[in-house]
């Protein structure tokens, strides 16, 4: 069953320096995603990703994030200078088009100390 | 906000019995899925349900939809020790957005 790879599986990074995380997802999807979960919250949205440009972000995914899909594989989220309150599960997820379901990475757990 | 809600909050269940979890929503929605995620790990998708659709079966799991009442519900049948884990709800808006509920905690008691 393809998946979706996510590395590192955990991230502990200073405030105030940045982090690349890293998200392999499915080779024939089309769309792709990160969201975050702070411990012991609720699933939230940032951004999506279709045809190299971002197509929906949240509030959350302000001008400290950026996404990048480098070469056709890679799907990476930047978060330029990290703050304590961006510690959390980051997701990475694909899919192949709507009438699929999104296939979920394992994630990666940021701390950020 | 679009949010689904889920209830119960929490659920605690013998083995064998079936688990009932409930979604609501507030938009129009071209599809609802449910996930399931085990503590601190990933989510897995279990099922896909259109709007167009109102009742969809995969294995033990049976999930209903009601776009009248902007609500879904997740059967579990016969549910086992290894069931044990969050269930969210999410739904993907007419205006292709998705979004998570706050999630069910299933326990399941051997």
């Known amino acids: 069953e393809p998946e979706v790879t996510q590395t590192p599986s955990h991230q502990v990074t200073q405030m105030g320096q940045e982090v690349i995380l890293r998200c392999v997802p499915i080779s024939n999807h089309l769309y792709f995603y990160w969201y975050r979960q702070i411990l012991g919250q609720k699933v939230e949205f940032l951004v999506s990703?279709?045809?190299?440009?971002?197509?929906?972000k949240s509030e959350i995914f302000d001008d400290q994030f950026s996404v990048e899909r480098p070469d056709g594989s890679n799907f990476t989220l930047k978060i330029r200078s990290t703050k304590l309150e961006d510690s959390a599960m980051y997701f990475c997820?694909?899919?192949?088009?709507?009438?699929?379901?999104?296939?979920f990475g394992s994630g990666t757990r940021l701390t950020v100390v | 906000s679009q949010q689904g809600e889920e209830d119960p909050q929490a659920l605690s269940i013998q083995e064998g019995e079936n688990a009932t979890m409930n979604c609501s929503y507030k938009?129009?929605?071209?599809?609802l899925q449910w996930y399931r995620q085990n503590s601190g790990r990933g989510l897995v998708h279990l099922i896909l349900i259109r709007s167009n659709e109102r009742e969809k079966h995969s294995g033990r799991l049976r999930v209903t939809l009601d776009t009248s009442k902007k609500s879904s519900s997740l059967l579990i049948t016969a549910s086992r020790a290894a069931d044990t884990a969050s269930y969210f709800c999410?739904?993907?808006?007419?205006?292709?957005?998705?979004?998570f509920g706050t999630g069910t905690s299933l326990t399941v008691i051997p």
């Open positions: 938009t129009s929605i071209n599809n």
């Open positions: 990703f279709y045809n190299n440009e971002i197509s929906e």
């Open positions: 997820a694909s899919r192949r088009d709507s009438s699929y379901g999104y296939t």
């Open positions: 999410a739904t993907e808006t007419t205006g292709n957005q998705f979004y």
